[in-house]
């Protein structure tokens, strides 16, 4: 047998003054009926060698990584396909990155078997046996991921397979999880006996109104219960014994445990901002979707983020409370957010700072884990949908090749041993803030409302445009600290202004929001055109340049001269036919010439739910009326939800992303088509909706007949249907004024 690497296992054990950056890979095989939804399959990593490139120059020392029963041995060992991890744990290895194996991930195993099957634990160990001795180098495993949240999600809930809904199938599916690692784990130390378990689940914490305080208590209790029956502490005393063995199970089955006790060597703590719950009787206080039943009564059981009018700690009393339970070496193991990118930025250094702390006070924490370096999918469904919904991570895969995101950066920070420094980081996360907050509080009364945030600001120019306003509302919304200027404030195309309002207001980026926008009077007004679209972002560029200070300027559709019927993608070649596209050309050309770093942003047709007179506000209005609208039936264009522009924006300017990128909500369609699509979803007649050609609607710039918009860079904004839905539902509830 081949010794263990002591590389490896330096890599997962740190010096005692430090804390060690583990990474993971989201990898969950789950099962719906009889479908499996792969992450893998739909990240990509197995079809992309080169991403063990990109995890080690991230500085991470481990990797959570997936040696999946349901992957390679999917119809037993004899005809088991080894070839990928063959090829890719080698890799990790030469790369330095201890490999901590995932053998299953929320799953239920292979087609033959589930959760309830008296031989799952049996078939998982014989996997486990094979896996070792094949790679007898891997020291650190994990059988099985977060056996009770899977229990939960597979015995309790009903969302995955086997799909049962009661106490019984729950005890049932935990405990031959639990014995699957335990056998595994035998297994695995036949062939290695130093090898060492890492074991996963989910630690959070209810909270809740005095008259559910008895079902707050006993989910506080069986939260512990994978890793109590791993530690051989669950018998006759144990406080959940009589809810064990009223579900009809033989008890010897549950003392099994405490004859073969299987301690963790390392306990995986998986810290979600869901993880933390608030239970509440007075359902009359929060919007009528979020109601339940427990026992027969009606509950709230929703994040303590979205309730308690102040927030909990976080994650940092948590460790303190399972490392007193267990005194065992501890791993936060999954630290992932789904957010807007600065709040990924802020949650990661909220559970990095915890875990310092938590260390000073003499827990023995050995790593946190940027999980879901990938990304996932459809998480918010909690992958019963196929939905395409995707939460970017460190690398962002929407394009031909993953893509760093700034949490990447932070996390090369982190493993140099440096303080995380983006200037985002500056503003409190959206579970501290008080627009988190979905019914009456605790103290029955909401939480005081923020205050800006500090920091450097994000210039905003074009104070008075629908863009700039826009930016405003948003990065007020994601406490992004901001400043918007008039040209009183900053004249763009004077550089002595420019520069003069960099030092006075040091940002650390500018959005260039301000611009000539009549494409029809540009034709008449060639000089200001020119001076707002091509000098002014050039003055711009080149003074960020100087100053280190990241640009976003904005084009048109309208380089394009609408030759192509396929949606044009940022390397075609651009031929405006009017003078307004020709100054957004010449902006372009100019900006990346004295500015490589700039990010230039090509969009088109505008519709949002802060202002009144763009195009599908005014087909609705006019339509609603009862007026005839009249729009062009040959110019085809690609729509853009301001909110979406602003958002992804705001996350690509974070990542410091540069080049041209194209940002639509991507759907072709003429814009008598638009207005058509749009009423339909209001409801409106569309009787009066009158097509006409191009050449009658008075137009005095020549259009390009084709003009929408596509991306090789990534299609980020989500789909047309998604944004007109939004669209609606916020002129329903009426649209609210923009901060100034």
Avoid at 399 to 418: N, Q, W
Avoid at 430 to 446: E, Q
Wanted: net charge negative.
């Amino acid at each position: 047998m081949t010794t263990n690497d002591s590389n490896q296992s330096d890599k997962t054990t740190p010096a005692a003054d430090t804390l060690a950056l583990w990474g993971g890979i989201e990898c969950t095989v789950n099962r719906v009926g009889e479908r499996y939804f792969n992450q893998i399959e739909r990240n990509g990593h197995e079809r992309r060698p080169d991403d063990v490139a990109r995890f080690a120059a991230l500085g991470i020392s481990a990797i959570r990584y997936p040696l999946l029963w349901e992957h390679i041995a999917p119809d037993g060992l004899g005809s088991a396909d080894w070839a990928w991890a063959d090829r890719q744990l080698p890799a990790l290895r030469e790369a330095g990155i201890a490999v901590i194996a995932g053998l299953v991930h929320h799953g239920s195993g292979p087609r033959h078997t589930s959760l309830l099957d008296p031989a799952f634990a049996g078939q998982l160990a014989e996997y486990a046996g094979a896996v070792a001795a094949r790679y007898p180098w891997i020291e650190h495993y994990t059988p099985v991921n977060e056996p009770l949240t899977t229990a939960r999600f597979s015995g309790l809930y009903g969302l995955w397979y086997p799909h049962r809904s009661d106490d019984r199938a729950f005890i049932e599916a935990l405990l031959n999880q639990c014995r699957a690692t335990v056998l595994a784990m035998r297994a695995i130390r036949a062939v290695n006996p130093g090898a060492k378990l890492v074991q996963p689940d989910d630690l959070g914490k209810n909270y809740s109104t005095g008259a559910l305080a008895d079902l707050a208590s006993f989910y506080n209790e069986r939260r512990w219960l994978g890793w109590d029956l791993l530690c051989g502490m669950v018998d006759e005393r144990h406080s959940l014994w009589n809810y064990l063995t009223a579900s009809g199970l033989d008890p010897a089955a549950i003392l099994w445990f405490r004859d073969n006790p299987c301690p963790p060597d390392i306990i995986g703590v998986n810290y979600y901002v869901t993880s933390e719950r608030w239970l509440d009787h007075r359902t009359e206080r929060y919007p009528l979707h979020l109601a339940g039943v427990v026992d027969g009564k009606p509950c709230i059981d929703i994040e303590t983020a979205r309730a308690l009018a102040t927030p909990t700690p976080g994650i940092g009393p948590l460790l303190d409370e399972i490392w007193d339970r267990y005194r065992l070496p501890l791993a936060v193991t999954e630290a992932h957010l789904a957010a807007s990118r600065e709040d990924q930025l802020r949650w990661l250094a909220e559970i990095w700072q915890a875990g310092l702390q938590a260390r000073d006070k003499g827990v023995d924490l050995r790593a946190i884990t940027a999980w879901a370096l990938l990304g996932s999918f459809d998480w918010n469904s909690l992958v019963t949908r196929d939905e395409g919904y995707y939460e970017s991570g460190a690398f962002d895969i929407r394009a031909s090749l993953p893509r760093p995101t700034a949490v990447a950066g932070m996390l090369r920070e982190l493993a140099d041993g440096r303080a995380p420094s983006h200037p985002a980081l500056q503003g409190q996360g959206w579970w501290r803030r008080s627009s988190r907050l979905l019914g009456a509080t605790i103290a029955g009364m909401p939480a005081p409302p923020d205050g800006a945030a500090d920091g450097a600001p994000i210039l905003i120019s074009g104070a008075s445009g629908t863009l700039g306003r826009a930016f405003a509302r948003i990065c007020a919304e994601r406490h992004l600290a901001y400043r918007v200027l008039g040209r009183q404030d900053m004249d763009i195309a004077d550089p002595l202004s420019v520069e003069r309002a960099i030092e006075r207001l040091r940002p650390w980026a500018i959005v260039n929001a301000s611009g000539y926008v009549r494409v029809d009077e540009a034709e008449n007004d060639v000089d200001r055109c020119f001076r707002e679209n091509a000098l002014g972002p050039a003055v711009l560029a080149a003074a960020c340049a100087r100053a280190g200070v990241h640009l976003t300027t904005f084009s048109s559709d309208l380089v394009f001269d609408g030759q192509q019927r396929a949606p044009y993608v940022e390397t075609d070649t651009i031929a405006p036919l009017n003078i307004y596209g020709r100054s957004k050309a010449e902006g372009e050309s100019t900006v990346l010439a004295c500015n490589p770093a700039a990010l230039v942003v090509r969009t088109s047709s505008f519709f949002g739910p802060w202002d009144g007179y763009n195009f599908v506000a005014q087909a609705i209005n006019t339509l609603e009326g009862g007026l005839p609208f009249h729009a062009a039936d040959d110019i085809t264009v690609s729509p853009t939800y301001v909110p979406d522009l602003v958002n992804a924006c705001l996350d690509l300017i974070i990542d410091a992303e540069c080049g041209v990128w194209h940002l639509t909500n991507g759907q072709p369609l003429t814009w008598v088509e638009l207005a058509g699509q749009a009423a339909r979803l209001a409801g409106i007649d569309c009787s009066r909706l009158e097509p006409q050609a191009a050449a009658a609607c008075n137009y005095i710039a020549v259009r390009p007949q084709y003009s929408a918009l596509d991306s090789k860079r990534g299609v980020l904004l989500p789909t047309l249907d998604s944004a007109l839905q939004r669209f609606m539902a916020s002129r329903e509830r009426g649209a609210e004024h923009p901060p100034h």
